[in-house]
C-alpha cells in the first residue's frame, strides 16, 4: 500500500494556477479517471518514487521509451560523458551518421533517415513528403489510431465507410479536415470501397501496425498486408507509424514483427531513450525529396541534438546487441496476461487482454476488442476504479482505459507476480 499523497496534492493545486490543467500533456491530468496526479520525483529500473516518496511498478515507462528501465547506468553516463563535450551546436556531428546508421541497420527497408524532435513531428513530416511525392492531397488514417498533434491528424472519426463527411476539432479548419478521411481500424473492404471510389486522391496511408492509443489493438490477419497491396496498386504512400512500436515490438519494430514492409516510416519513444526525438525514413526514391536534397521543406533548430541522440543512440545499441531483451520483455508480458486473466476471471469480470510483445491493454466488459467502436464499449468506470486500486497497492497504470501499458526490461518476474497479486485484492 502507498501511503499519503500530501504533497502531489499540494503541488497539483500550484500548477493549476499557471500550467492549463496542471499538466504538459493532457493524459497526465487523470481527468478521466479522477483524482489527483501523482507528481512524480525519481525513478530507478522497474520503480517510480513520487513526490511523497511511495514507491510504484511502472508500467508507463514513460509511454514508452524507458524500454530498457530507468536511469540505465550507461544510458545516463553517456548522457553525461556528451554534456561535458556539447549541449547543441546546431551543425553536423559524426554521432547523427552512427545514429542512422544503426537505425538502418536494425529496421528494414529504411535506406534514409532524417532526424526530428518528436513523434507528432515525424509524423506531419512523413505526410508532406508523401503529398509532394504523389501530388495528391488527401490522406487516410483509421479511427482510433494517434499521428500525434498535427492538424491533420486531428480528424474526428466519422462512422459509416468512407465518410466524406468530416468534422473538424476546435482550432483545425475545415480545409484541413476534409484532406483527412477515417476509416475503421481492421476494415480491409471499406478501404477497397473507398480507393474504388477515389483510385486517385490518396497520398498516404497512415497506421499504427499494432494500434496502441485505443488500449493495445492487434491487426486482424491479412489487414496489414491487405493494404500493403492496396497502396502498391493504387501509387499509395503506406506510411507506418512506428512511434510506439518501434524498436519497442522487434529490433525492427512493426515491420518485422509483421513482416510487412512500409514505404515511409515514422519513429519516437524507444528511439530517444527518454529524450525528445523522432525520426522518419524510408525508401530512398522518397527520401531524396526531403531537402536540402530535393525540395520538400523540413527543419529542426534541435534535430540531432547531441544529448537527445546519445540517449537514443545508447538505448538502440544496446537493444541491437541483446536480443534477449525482446524473448525477456514478450514472456514476461505474457505472464502478466495469464495472471490478468486468471485474476479476473476468478473474480468473474467480464474482460479482454489484448497483447503483443511488450504492449498490453485490458478492456472491462468486452468481449472481442478489435477497432475504436469495440473498444468504446468497454466499461470506464470498472476501468477507473481498478485503476485507483491498483494505484494504492503502488501499480502504476495509465490513467485511461484507452491506453496501452508498456514493459520494460527492469521490471522482475516478482514485479509481476505482486503486479498480479495486487489485481487479487480488487
Ligand atoms: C506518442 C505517439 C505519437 C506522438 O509522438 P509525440 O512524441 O508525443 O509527439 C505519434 N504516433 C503514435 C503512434 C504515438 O504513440
Not at 104 to 120: E, K, Y
Not at 278 to 287: D, T
Request: with cysteine; net charge negative.
Amino acid at each position: 500500500m502507498t501511503g499519503s499523497i500530501q504533497k502531489s496534492e499540494s503541488l497539483y493545486q500550484r500548477a493549476l494556477k499557471n500550467i492549463p490543467g496542471g499538466v504538459n500533456s493532457p493524459v497526465r491530468a487523470f481527468k478521466s479517471v479522477g483524482g489527483t496526479p501523482v507528481f512524480m520525483k525519481s525513478a530507478k529500473g522497474a520503480y517510480l518514487y513520487d513526490a511523497d516518496g511511495n514507491q510504484y511498478i511502472d508500467y508507463i515507462s514513460s509511454w514508452g521509451p524507458m524500454i530498457l528501465g530507468h536511469c540505465h547506468e550507461e544510458v545516463v553516463s553517456a548522457i553525461q560523458r556528451k554534456a561535458n563535450e556539447s549541449i547543441s551546436f546546431g551543425a553536423p556531428t559524426e554521432l547523427e551518421i552512427s545514429m542512422a546508421d544503426l537505425i538502418t541497420d536494425m529496421a528494414p527497408g529504411i535506406d534514409m533517415v532524417r532526424l526530428v524532435n518528436s513523434g507528432t513531428e515525424a509524423c506531419m513530416s512523413a505526410v508532406r513528403l508523401a503529398r509532394a511525392f504523389t501530388g495528391r492531397n488527401k490522406i487516410l488514417k483509421f479511427e482510433g489510431c494517434y499521428h500525434g498533434h498535427a492538424d491533420a491528424f486531428l480528424v474526428k472519426a466519422g462512422s459509416g465507410v468512407a465518410t466524406l463527411n468530416i468534422q473538424a476539432v476546435p482550432g483545425v479548419t475545415a480545409g484541413v479536415a476534409m484532406d483527412t478521411l477515417t476509416l475503421p481500424y481492421n476494415d480491409l473492404a471499406a478501404v477497397k470501397e473507398l480507393l474504388k471510389n477515389h483510385p486517385e486522391d490518396i497520398a498516404a496511408i497512415i497506421i499504427e501496425p499494432v494500434a496502441g492509443n485505443m488500449g493495445c489493438i492487434l491487426p486482424e490477419p491479412g489487414f496489414i498486408e491487405g493494404l500493403r497491396s492496396l497502396c502498391t496498386e493504387y501509387g499509395i504512400v503506406y506510411i507506418f507509424d512506428e512511434v510506439m512500436t518501434g524498436f519497442r515490438l522487434a529490433k525492427g519494430g512493426a515491420q518485422e514483427y509483421l513482416n510487412v514492409e512500409a514505404d515511409l516510416v515514422t519513429y519516437g519513444k524507444v528511439i530517444g531513450g527518454g529524450m525528445p526525438i523522432g525520426a522518419f525514413g524510408g525508401k530512398k526514391a522518397i527520401m531524396e525529396h526531403i531537402a536540402p536534397l530535393g525540395n520538400v521543406y523540413q527543419a529542426g533548430t534541435l534535430s540531432g541534438n547531441p544529448i537527445a541522440v546519445i540517449a537514443g543512440y545508447t538505448t538502440l545499441s544496446i537493444l541491437n546487441n541483446n536480443p534477449s531483451v525482446y524473448t525477456d520483455l514478450e514472456n514476461r508480458c505474457k505472464a502478466l496476461k495469464a495472471g490478468l486473466e486468471n485474476a479476473l476471471t476468478e473474480k468473474g469480470i467480464t474482460h479482454t487482454v489484448n497483447q503483443a510483445g511488450s504492449m498490453i491493454s485490458v478492456h472491462f466488459g468486452a468481449h472481442k476488442v478489435m477497432d475504436l467502436q469495440t473498444a468504446s464499449q468497454c466499461d470506464i468506470a470498472f476501468f477507473n476504479r481498478f485503476f485507483h486500486h491498483m494505484l494504492k497497492q503502488g501499480i502504476y497504470l495509465p490513467p485511461s482505459a484507452y491506453e496501452s501499458w508498456f514493459l520494460n526490461h527492469a521490471l522482475s518476474n516478482a514485479d509481476i507476480d505482486k503486479t498480479i497479486e495486487a489485481i487479487h485484492k480488487l
